[in-house]
């Protein structure tokens, strides 16, 4: 059996809504998440603050830099929350009102309460 010297990562990150940077890395055996952000080159494009702020997590579970990266894993980047999503949705429910929300708010006419 021959050993792999070379895995393969995808970094991926979203810096706003709606637009999402993928890239496809190809690095060595043992490489860590610190190493596999310097690697990429887009911790360079971004302010220290929000280097500070950004979280890290491979298929959505958070990591700490020194997690040592497998192959076929997908780095993912962080931003912080921008709004709390319970006080969003309790804010989107005070706009809408409960006719127009909620589990039986589309009701057939004539249909039995709850139904």
Known sequence: MATESVISVTLVYS???????????????????????QASGWLADLSPAE?????VGIWGRKVVLSHVLRTDDRLELYRPLMVDPKVARRERFTRQGAKSAGLFAKRRAGAKPGY
């Open 15 to 37: 810096p706003a809504a709606r637009t999402i940077r993928e890239a496809n890395m190809a690095l060595p055996v043992g490489t860590t998440v610190a190493q596999a952000l």
């Open 51 to 55: 280097v500070k702020t950004l979280e």
